[in-house]
């Protein structure tokens, strides 16, 4: 009787002990599962902040353009306001995804590289030609000065998304 009850006592050991092990193989599965799928969210969510500000300093640095444009062509001052008021709306909307990267990457090299390309974009206001620079000896200069702007631009964008890249790649 008593080598029953020890039998029974080590079987009942060994069923609890089990039972405590494969709990503890599913816990651990299921935190990786958990972590992974919240790896995936936050890479994700870097992957649409990037994207967004590269769209968003797009379209600030087009209606930059155009606004300049305008002002070169000698076009309607009802135009060139409704350019000037694009392009608040367009630098309004770089705020939402430079924040959402700041706060999701901490990388040092793709924040640098998003602030180069924004100072490079809103330096296009300091290139904005004015009405005086309308006249023929000035239009060279100023459409030089606002193209020049321009491509700086794109090139800090174009470095932006690489450098973005690289470290979307790498994470």
Do not use: N
């Not at 299921?30 to 972590?35: G, L, M």
């Not at 630098?91 to 490079?120: C, G, H, K, Y």
């Not at 690489?162 to 979307?168: E, L």
């Amino acid at each position: 009787m008593v080598v029953a009850l020890v039998t029974t006592a080590i079987a009942v050991i060994g069923t609890l002990l089990g039972s405590i092990v494969s709990g503890r193989f599913q816990e651990r599965a299921a935190a990786r599962s958990v972590q992974a799928s919240r790896g995936e969210a936050v890479r994700r969510d870097c992957l649409e902040a990037v994207t967004a500000l590269a769209g968003a300093i797009s379209d600030h640095r087009r209606t930059m353009w155009k606004r300049g444009d305008a002002v070169l062509k000698d076009a309607s001052a009802e135009r060139i306001e409704a350019l000037r008021e694009d392009s608040h709306a367009t630098r309004s909307a770089v705020t939402r995804p430079l924040i959402a990267l700041r706060v999701l990457i901490e990388d040092q090299e793709v924040r640098a590289a998003a602030d180069r390309m924004i100072t490079l974009t809103y330096a296009l206001r300091q290139a904005l030609p004015t009405p005086e620079d309308r006249t023929d000896t000035r239009y060279a200069a100023a459409k030089q000065r606002l193209t020049e702007a321009r491509e700086a631009a794109m090139v800090a964008h174009d470095q932006f998304v690489d450098v973005a890249g690289r470290y979307m790649r790498a994470a």
